[in-house]
């Protein structure tokens, strides 16, 4: 705390304390705030022109603070201990949670609305229309949007956000990753807005108590947008229903509230460590009790072929091609996140200044999906990847790309944190203080899903091992010429030609199935040819 006090301070020094009262603190939160209090207030004091922090000062730092932790469904004295700040001397009593969805600029929104009306084809127009129609008239449907990249899928969610505040109604973005939510006006995370748990069961409900600031906004709500819909366990969809019943005093499915989920479901499901493929589908939102009554609507008009005036046949080709390649009607690639660690190793370049590493003896061959390697190489300049959600509405959450060093238009101080893998992989806990950050020269295939590239190299050295690994690979860009795919064994370092692509097609299709057929591998000769690519600096 004291190394940052010598960098910052005002907001972003009391960004650093809740993020070290959320993520690093286990106990002894009181003595920490005794310890630092005097050195949150620097800005209130310049703008109250006193020399020491008062009461009235301390009171803005918690109410700071309080704002801070509540966006990740915290509470300063319930989960912390220190004290409750006066309301008396907060300017806007209205609690923070609700005043983030219900303050607007209504002109700029009907401005928005207005300006995109004109620019939708005909199936966004329905989609548009299914969704108001039930926002309007209280019929509560549950309306899922299958949409292929390039369909204009985010842009018809922003606008039917805009259009319902605009219309005065309270609108909740939720996506179900850190990265997509940033994509949404407005948006967070599904588990941070409904207070899910992160490990469930079947019979899970939400932390919301019956009076908190989030149950009155779940009791205002009108629309509520689920993105990625497709990563999600139906657990946590379930869990969100029995919340948003109780809540809300009604038995229609999440008390009533018009739900849209959105999504392309040629991409990767939900992870079940070590699960077979019975598994993997049986956590599918589709393998839900709730899925029968979702409205199901689809987008196929690719909007970026529709804007290339140059290359159409191509790009059209390109679009086919990945369609097909996500049904399963052709195949082809992978990679894991053991290679990627070693690839990024291997593009960092050694040189005289040193490395921060954090080296162990056996600890240090452990390396969980949710936790950077215990040895990392940070160096001024390094592109590195955020693991943990710490500010959302600034595009710090996890996946996002940063850049170590001075940035121009915000500094991001990150703090060591203690991790502990959620999937509980070994016959002890681990607990790890560290940096949530790894390198991002590369990074697999699972983490670039939601991310839109300009160019892509894909380094397989292993075949794909579940459903739409290559789907989601091949579509982070939207011209085929900005994709180039190196396939090598691992052994031997000699060049494929044919390459696997796994697709669950039961999972394409409006019901799952329970029965366990084969995996639906197809083998298909390599379409890409070799081809040099001018990657930019």
Same mark, same amino acid.
């Given at each position: ?359 162990? !003896?056996? #600890?240090?061959?452990?390396?969980? +999906?949710?936790?950077? &390697?215990?040895?990392?190489? /940070?160096?001024?300049? $390094? ?122 097609? !039961?999972? #394409?299709?409006?019901?799952?199935? +329970?029965?366990?057929? &084969?995996?639906?591998?197809? /083998?298909?000769?390599? $379409? ?10």
């Amino acid at each position: 705390m004291e190394e940052a006090a010598n960098v910052t301070f005002g907001p972003a020094l009391r960004e650093v304390f809740a993020n070290m009262l959320m993520f690093v603190l286990r106990g002894e939160h009181l003595q920490f705030w005794e310890r630092h209090k005097c050195v949150h207030g620097e800005d209130f004091m310049h703008r109250a022109a006193v020399n020491e922090p008062d009461e009235n000062i301390l009171n803005q730092v918690l109410l700071d603070l309080k704002d801070q932790v509540e966006r990740h469904g915290f509470t300063l004295s319930g989960h912390f201990g220190l004290p409750k700040p006066n309301p008396l001397h907060d300017h806007n009593q209205t609690p923070r949670i609700i005043q983030h969805e219900i303050e607007h600029n209504m002109e700029e929104l009907k401005a928005n609305s207005t300006h995109t009306e004109n620019r939708l084809n005909h199936e966004q127009q329905t989609v548009i229309k299914t969704v108001m129609e039930s926002v309007e008239k209280g019929l509560g449907k549950m309306i899922a949007l299958d949409a292929s990249g390039g369909t204009g899928k985010t842009f018809i969610l922003c606008h039917i956000l805009n259009k319902v505040r605009a219309e005065g109604k309270v609108a909740l973005a939720t996506a179900v990753s850190g990265i997509a939510a940033t994509l949404l006006p407005k948006g967070t995370t599904f588990h941070s807005r409904t207070k899910c748990p992160l490990i469930l069961t079947d019979e899970s409900t939400c932390s919301v108590s019956e009076h908190d600031s989030t149950a009155t906004l779940i009791r205002m709500t009108y629309l509520m947008v689920v993105d990625e819909v497709t990563i999600m366990d139906r657990r946590a969809l379930e869990a969100a229903d029995r919340t948003f019943q109780w809540l809300r005093g009604s038995a229609e499915p999440f008390g009533g509230i018009t739900v849209v989920f959105s999504g392309d479901w040629r991409q990767i499901r939900t992870v079940v460590p070590h699960g077979s493929r019975i598994e993997i589908i049986g956590r599918c939102c589709k393998s839900s009790y709730l899925w029968k009554n979702v409205e199901t609507l689809h987008l196929t008009e690719n909007m970026r072929i529709s804007q290339a005036a140059e290359h159409q046949q191509a790009e059209e080709d390109f679009a086919r091609f990945l369609l097909d390649l996500g049904e399963a009607k052709i195949s082809v690639v992978p990679e894991e996140g053991e290679f990627a660690i070693k690839l990024n190793d291997t593009l960092t370049i050694p040189d005289s200044e040193g490395h921060h590493m954090h080296p162990t !003896e056996f #600890l240090n061959t452990l390396c969980p +999906s949710e936790m950077p &390697p215990h040895r990392i190489t /940070l160096k001024v300049g $390094m592109v590195i990847m955020l693991l943990q959600n710490f500010d959302q509405q600034n595009g710090h959450c996890n996946v996002a790309k940063s850049v170590i060093g001075v940035n121009a238009g915000h500094a991001l101080l990150i703090p060591r944190i203690t991790l502990i893998p959620s999937d509980n992989i070994f016959p002890f806990t681990l607990r790890r203080k560290q940096f949530p950050v790894r390198p991002c020269f590369a990074m697999t295939v699972n983490k670039s899903q939601g991310q839109s590239l300009e160019h892509v190299g894909v380094f397989c050295t292993r075949d794909f091992f579940s459903h739409g690994q290559f789907y989601v690979a091949a579509s982070r860009v939207g011209r085929s010429n900005r994709i180039c795919i190196l396939a090598l064994d691992e052994e031997t370092e000699e060049k494929h030609h044919f390459l696997s692509n796994v697709v669950f097609s !039961e999972v #394409l299709t409006q019901k799952t199935h +329970s029965d366990n057929k &084969p995996f639906h591998t197809v /083998l298909w000769k390599f $379409m890409f040819q070799p081809r040099k690519i001018n990657l930019p600096d």
